[in-house]
């Protein structure tokens, strides 16, 4: 095993979860407003994808990786292939014994499976790098790139990270994981980037629901306006 690449082949049930993600901290029920469509539209292939139309988006995955890491399907329906995270800790991790490898800021590449799960990848990457930390301290999110913008959102431990890669397809700038810690600030764990795109977002929020009142007042006003005009026209 390579200091970058890591295989996860422990077995798991043989069916899909997906969540709902956020960028608030413990919130999975929360969502970010930009992405929804895109998680519900996610969760629904992903309950429905038969194994015909795993095949299908497989080959096309293959058909557009370009750094030689394929995925590969069974018979069974259930695939392999890899995902890359890139290690984002802000503070040194507790060790079994002896000095980790440096992982901060580095990018690893792991060998899994359509079953592993968000959960059993944190703790691969903790295993690798000997960190004996409860997995339950770290998290993994995926980054979003859309329109010149980056969205980051935490993924649910029982979510299914090659899924997402299968469905996002092998460019990194499309979609890329990042493990972190979740147990510090709630807004410590964003970059810069993404911390203003979440200003933008609570801007056009605000405005949304400040033209919503407005229109809401403005109808109230004109029921009135009509009401009253009733009211004093002679009998």
Not at 92 to 118: D, E, F, R, W, Y
Request: hydrophobic share 30%; net charge neutral.
């Amino acid at each position: 095993m390579s200091s970058g690449y890591s295989s996860l082949e422990e077995d798991s049930e043989d069916f899909f979860f997906t969540a709902r993600t956020s960028f608030f901290r413990r919130a999975p029920q929360g969502k970010l407003r930009s992405g929804q469509q895109d998680v519900e539209k996610e969760k629904e292939t992903h309950n429905y994808l038969s194994k015909e139309e795993i095949k299908e988006k497989v080959h096309k995955y293959n058909l557009a990786v370009t750094d030689k890491l394929k995925m590969t399907l069974n018979s069974n329906g259930i695939y392999t292939g890899f995902i890359k995270v890139q290690m984002e800790l802000c503070k040194p991790s507790q060790t079994a014994g002896k000095p980790a490898p440096s992982s901060n800021g580095c990018m690893n590449t792991l060998h899994i499976s359509s079953t592993n799960t968000v959960g059993e990848v944190i703790e691969a990457l903790l295993k690798k790098f000997l960190v004996t930390e409860s997995p339950t301290k770290f998290a993994l999110y995926k980054r979003c790139h859309r329109e010149d913008q980056v969205y980051a959102c935490k993924l649910s431990d029982r979510e299914h990270p090659l899924y997402l890669r299968l469905v996002a397809g092998p460019k990194t700038d499309t979609l890329s994981f990042v493990l972190r810690e979740h147990e510090i600030g709630e807004w410590e764990a964003f970059s810069l980037p993404e911390l203003q795109n979440f200003l933008r977002i609570l801007d056009k929020e605000e405005d949304e629901q400040l033209q919503n009142l407005k229109e809401r007042y403005a109808a109230y006003r004109h029921k009135l306006e009509e009401a009253l005009s009733q009211a004093w026209k002679p009998g």
